[in-house]
């Protein structure tokens, strides 16, 4: 191996340029530190997961809000978060904390301080994690996601261009390819890190990368910011982590996240002394298809579902009330697990599918993604689904596209799996349904649901279509979707305080030593302000919020 480069010492030392790192490192920046922002990918990559993303953003009470006639407040998301986490654990101190913390930011600052860094939002607010079994929890009570304009790339941009002007003075140094293997740690206290420089590449985007060594590295800072993110890459440790509660992890799942989102950085956070906690947390989708077009290896993509599609297990047995699409993640995936089989079914209409699929993801939303008015008024309001949901119809090897309800079953039996469907049973299912349609006064709970839903301007405008029999051929062809688990986010990870700092088992902060994003267990979250479930939108805010947290604490 090559000698040792030797990078002069800066101040701040941020590893992983995923939107935690680079909001540490704009921080840091801008308290007048020098900042040193290091990866293991090839340039091309700056940006990390937020950059593939959707870019919904959580805020509370926020003027796209009050314009959709969403009557929204910090006492309601309060208690909307705190119903949904659970905390029930002695290491849940810091994650209430931080918890409270990002929902007075949510609801006061946030907006007016990504609004004066040009970040825009789409002003049709979408509902995600409806929950819908009570008032407390969980879920959302109101609707709360807020697409950025731009979707992830558009959050990243400011903070990109940050680094890069700072870079350009001298004040901030790049190192792609530089993989973190050790933290340095002299009088006990965290001072730098080392490990090995990666061959370049001019992979694209996403693509995996080779692991070949061409040198050593160590880099010296005053103090180290851990941003490196969680675990999704990596099924081997999503399924050591995978709780009981969430039944046995599933033979085969799609990956949602790059392959560098591999988790490496929380064994050499550990052996530094860093406590991790609620690593049995996670976030992961049940309406994954497989992409036709992949980037990364098993790359899945999920459908962001609106709510009228009648979701079936393996079996074709109608998921339990309120186990409709977009409603209860955690509690789908649960009961799914349950059912011995790792896929589901959407049984739906191209009218459906039309109004009601988003595909979660910046490539997937070229309109949003592109700040393209004309065509998103083209491909959101007009006939037809999107160029990129039409495709998935062409080419995903997860859709069953047929005229009729035979032909239909048919075609679900003839997938990989598909020989467990009892076809009998789900032609009962959608008869049944299709005939509540036409009941006013019907009994079934998702139909009087969908009606309830369309009082919501947003949901009746852009996600929830006009209630209709599924065998309507006005409303054809049929369409039935089989979904895989989704690996996507975690919600433990390395303790830390408010301030961003780690902590050790005996909840000693480790001196120069920070963590933020994902590898903190989602904002920091003292290793997981999320508790156990999600209200979305808050993964990328979480970013924000604890990323500028440790950024200004390891200025000090
Ligand atoms: C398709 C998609 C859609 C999403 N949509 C949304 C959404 O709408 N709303 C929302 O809130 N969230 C969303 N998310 C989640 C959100 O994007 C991520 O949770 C967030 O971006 C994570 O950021 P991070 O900075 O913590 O980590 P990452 O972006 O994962 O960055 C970590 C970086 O650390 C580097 N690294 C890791 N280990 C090492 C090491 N040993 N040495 C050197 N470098 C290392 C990695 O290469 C990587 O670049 C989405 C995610 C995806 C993939």
Redesign the pocket.
């Known amino acids: 191996m090559t000698p040792l480069p030797t990078t002069p010492a800066s101040d701040v030392l941020v590893?992983?340029?995923?939107?935690?790192?680079?909001v540490s490192a704009a921080e840091a920046l801008a308290a007048g530190r020098r900042v040193t922002l290091?990866?293991?990918?090839p340039r091309q990559?700056l940006?990390?997961?937020?950059?593939?993303?959707?870019?919904?953003?959580?805020l509370v009470d926020s003027p796209e809000q009050r314009r959709m006639g969403i009557r929204d407040s910090l006492d309601l998301a309060r208690q909307d978060w705190f119903g949904n986490a659970g905390f029930d654990r002695d290491e849940d101190a810091w994650p209430r904390r931080w918890a409270e913390a990002y929902l007075e930011f949510a609801a006061g600052e946030k907006r007016a301080w990504l609004r004066e860094r040009g970040v825009g939002f789409f002003p049709v607010v979408g509902w995600a994690e409806r929950g819908g079994s009570g008032a407390i929890g969980p879920g959302n009570s109101v609707p709360r996601?807020h697409?950025t304009w731009g979707?992830?790339p558009g959050i990243l941009a400011p903070f990109i261009a940050a680094i890069e002007r700072a870079e350009a003075d001298g004040r901030a140094t790049i190192l792609p390819r530089?993989?973190?293997?050790d933290l340095i740690i002299e009088s006990g206290a965290v001072v730098g890190?080392r490990?090995v420089v990666l061959a370049d590449t001019h992979a694209p985007r996403g693509v995996p990368t080779s692991r070949e060594q061409v040198a050593d590295f160590e880099v010296k800072a005053d103090a180290v910011i851990v941003?490196?993110?969680?675990i999704?890459g990596d099924h081997d440790l999503v399924r050591a982590f995978w709780p009981d509660r969430l039944g046995t992890p599933p033979t085969r799942m799609l990956t949602?996240?790059?392959a560098?989102?591999?988790?490496?950085?929380q064994a050499?956070s550990r052996a530094a002394g860093a406590d991790l906690i609620n690593t049995d947390r996670m976030w992961h989708y049940v309406e994954g298809i497989q992409n036709w077009d992949p980037v990364w290896p098993g790359h899945g993509?999920?459908i962001l579902p609106g709510p009228s599609s009648l979701w079936l297990d393996a079996t074709g047995t109608r998921l339990p009330v309120p186990l409709y699409p977009g409603f209860d993640t955690l509690g789908t995936l649960a009961h799914l697990r349950r059912t011995g089989h790792d896929h589901s079914w959407f049984v739906t209409s191209l009218k459906i599918i039309e109004k009601e699929f988003a595909l979660?993801?910046?490539e997937q939303n070229p309109d949003l993604t592109g700040r393209d008015v004309r065509l998103l008024l083209k491909s959101r309001l007009a006939k037809g689904p999107t160029g990129p949901v039409q495709s998935f119809l062409d080419e995903g090897p997860d859709f069953v596209v047929e005229r009729d309800l035979d032909s239909l079953l048919a075609g679900m039996r003839a997938m990989p799996g598909g020989d467990v469907l009892d076809v009998a049973r789900v032609r009962d299912e959608v008869v049944a349904r299709d005939r509540e349609i036409d009941n006013e006064f019907t009994k079934d709970a998702q139909i009087a649901m969908l009606r309830s839903m369309r009082g919501y301007r947003g949901d009746r405008l852009i996600r929830t279509a006009p209630p209709h029999r599924l065998q309507d051929p006005a409303a054809g062809p049929m369409v039935a979707v089989k979904l895989h688990v989704l690996t996507?986010?975690s919600l433990g990870g390395i303790h830390t305080d408010l301030d961003g700092r780690a902590l050790d088992a005996s909840g000693q902060s480790i001196p120069g030593l920070f963590a933020?994003?994902?590898?903190s267990g989602?904002g920091g979250g003292g290793g997981g302000m999320h508790g156990y479930r999600a209200l979305?939108?808050?993964?990328?805010?979480?970013?924000l919020f604890s990323?500028r947290q440790a950024g200004r604490a390891a200025s000090r």
């Open positions: 590893i992983g340029w995923g939107l935690a790192g680079l290091i990866d293991q990918e990559n940006g990390g997961q937020a950059w593939w993303s959707f870019g919904g953003l959580f996601f697409i979707t992830g530089h993989r973190v293997s890190a490990g941003a490196s993110g969680g999704g949602g996240v790059p560098y989102v591999d988790g490496s950085m050499v993509i999920r979660s993801g910046s996507r986010k933020a994003g994902e590898a989602f979305e939108g808050t993964f990328l805010g979480g970013c990323g």
